[in-house]
């Protein structure tokens, strides 16, 4: 998972650029970018880091014009390099600089291809850079000889959703023609549209969350749809089509679950609402499996599983208590390599003694992946001095390490691949273990948008057999 942003104003784009990164952090820790064009000329500055240590004034004021894009990205497989991050550069045809969110699922397929039959050569691992060169090519070949137009560009965005496979949202700019953003097909990752006042400037907004809408001043005007392409052109005229006959949305469930900010809203829901509805029905399955009338406190393990705690608390009819204080910057702990440079649970949490001294604690969590800072969490409540622990998660378990939607590594192997139950909760070392039903996850996100009776869910499905 990723975080983006498009900006094309009247205004110079780098500090909203910026500012909206900030916001949209919580997507992505290890690399952040932003590009910006000025009079045609494409200025980039990009590193590994957060955002507050990638960009120096140095670097913002290099980065000049009206216009531009941002990115944030996470340490699922990448970038191990600054090179890595994105965006990326190609100065042909026109000149495009591009930014994804997403995971193609033959991005392989495609590198080759472009290598032996376009001639094209990548320096990298990323899908970003396997779209960017799609993306040009099939613009090349629209143009067939002419001048750019918003045309051309929607025929090529139009072929390159014929090629691609997986999931991608996008934001790019062509120099000095304007800024385009696209959604796969089936709108696996979210990107929305926002606008300022004609008094504040005029300018467009494309972002990941509606989040960066509202902290930077723009009125959220609707998402991007599946599948549809969107054209800003340098004088600010906006161009929309949908280019893709069997588009549907079919946003990733783990956006609701834990990746977006709970004050966002995608495709038409709130994710804040999801979330409550999340403890709603994870509370009956805890009174299917527990004896809830024996527990002393429900509590939270950290920001984005408290919506879901508090309302699980409330049908429980049991305290709720904030048992752990979270350290706000040492970045998300799945999206971390393995090894060494996994974090210790103290760096990540703090308990409060005093709330788990010879309690019986439900501990609320998010998503369970590959369960070792589940263990830590657990033993860290043990040591607080909490008499019995069990354990909730708002998801069902995670059965594929890399799946369509969510792009952790697959050498970080889900808890519940291969395992009982019983040994997933032997292995988080939990007295008890319990998991929302995935009909109840579906359930809950079509609460918060009765629209949305497609999602993304393969993370959740048992990997099929080779054959």
């Known amino acids: 998972m990723c975080g983006i942003v498009g900006v094309l104003a009247r205004a110079p784009a780098n500090q909203t650029i910026y500012d909206a990164l900030l916001l949209l952090q919580h997507r992505g820790q290890q690399a952040a970018g932003i590009a910006t064009d000025s009079d045609s000329v494409f200025a980039m500055h990009k590193a590994n880091g957060l955002v507050t240590d990638v960009f120096r004034t140095r670097n913002m004021r290099s980065l000049r014009g009206s216009a531009g894009i941002g990115h944030c990205s996470c340490a699922a497989y990448g970038p191990s390099c600054d090179e890595e991050a994105q965006p990326f550069y190609v100065n042909a045809p026109f000149g495009i600089t591009l930014a994804h969110n997403g995971w193609l699922s033959n991005g392989d397929a495609l590198r080759a291809e472009l290598s032996l039959a376009g001639r094209r050569h990548m320096n990298t691992a990323s899908d970003a850079e396997v779209l960017l060169n799609v993306l040009a090519h099939e613009l090349h070949v629209a143009c067939r000889g002419m001048d750019f137009t918003a045309e051309a560009l929607f025929e090529a965005v139009g072929a390159l959703q014929s090629r691609v496979q997986g999931s991608y949202a996008v934001v790019a700019l062509i120099a000095g023609r304007g800024l385009l953003a696209f959604r796969d097909p089936q709108g696996v990752r979210p990107l929305c549209l926002g606008m300022q006042p004609p008094d504040d400037g005029a300018g467009v907004m494309v972002a990941s969350e509606s989040v960066a809408l509202d902290g930077m001043g723009y009125s959220f005007v609707r998402d991007i749809a599946p599948g549809e392409a969107v054209f800003i052109n340098a004088a600010g005229e906006l161009e929309a089509r949908q280019l893709a006959g069997d588009a549907a949305a079919r946003p990733c469930a783990f956006e609701f679950v834990s990746l977006a900010r709970p004050d966002s809203v995608i495709d038409g829901a709130s994710v804040y ?138 050498r970080r192997k889900p808890a519940a691949l291969g395992r009982t139950r019983e040994e997933m909760r032997s292995a988080v070392t939990a007295d008890a273990l319990v998991f929302q039903t995935l009909p109840a996850l579906k359930a809950a996100i079509a609460g918060a948008s009765p629209a949305l009776q497609r999602l993304e869910t393969s993370c959740f499905d048992a990997p099929q057999a080779d054959t």
């Open 273 to 410: 609402a999801a979330r409550l509805k999340l403890g709603e029905l994870l509370a009956g399955q805890v009174c299917s499996e527990l004896d809830a009338a024996a527990l002393d406190v429900v509590m939270p393990v950290d920001d984005i599983s408290r919506p879901a705690a508090i309302q699980l608390a409330l049908k429980l009819g049991v305290k709720y208590r904030e048992g752990f204080i979270q350290n706000r910057y040492p970045g998300r702990s799945f999206d971390l390599p393995a090894g060494a440079a996994r974090r210790a649970p103290g760096l990540r949490l703090n308990a409060i003694a005093a709330e788990f001294k010879d309690k019986r604690v439900l501990l609320v969590e998010d998503a369970i992946v590959d369960g070792a800072s589940s263990r830590e969490i657990v033993e860290l409540a043990r040591s607080a001095g909490a008499s019995y622990v069990a354990l909730a998660s708002t998801a069902p378990p995670v059965l594929q390490p890399k799946a369509y939607g969510v792009d952790w590594p697959a």
